[in-house]
């Protein structure tokens, strides 16, 4: 397929980016600073931009079959980059007529806040990520009420470990014995997976080990 992946730059996006080559698709990765992806492959392209200038979103999205999103920022940030970000993305995409959105957001959103272990809930979160969770919340109202086919990714805390194939998804808020953390890799996985499933269209799920 041909690939669109907005934030391939971060950690998820860059196992995004490898991956998706890896599985034979052709990929445009959308970045502000192309040195910094550091991938070069004769199926990958670069679109420089930034997510927060519709314009430069518009220009990049016609051709493409499916978009994929590992949109984030640092926890100080206080823009609104998630939001906005993929207010533009879906925009773009209707114009197009781009039909699949995969997006990245996480564990703690809608009816996923149950499944936050205490320490989050109660220090984390209200602390340090408050902003972030805002705007991640804000974010998935927006793909709720796009007309594209979409499917949310709620990771629970990321980690930097190999690809195992072997998580946990679509649990429960209330499940039990999960270890609250999977490898970026792995979301990479389960969100490549979307492209050829409808498990999950139009639902948002969870992800752990």
Known sequence: MNLLIF?????????????????GHTVTAFVRQPAKLAISHANLRLAQGDVLDYAAVQQAMPGHEAVLSALGAPAPQKDALRSDGTRHILRAMTEAGVPRFICLT??????????????YKYVLVPLFLR???ADSEIQEQYIRQSPVQWTIARPA?????????QYQHGFPATAKGLRMKIARADVADFMLRQLHEATY???????SY
Do not use: E, I, N, Y
């Open 157 to 165: 805390t990321l980690t930097d470990g190999p690809r195992t194939g």
């Open 131 to 133: 902003h972030a969770f």
């Open 7 to 23: 934030g391939a730059t971060g950690g998820t996006g860059r196992q995004l980016v490898t991956q998706a080559l890896a599985q």
């Open 201 to 207: 269209l139009r639902q948002a799920a969870s992800l």
């Open 106 to 119: 996480t564990l703690g959103m809608g009816d996923s806040k149950a499944a936050l272990p205490a320490l």
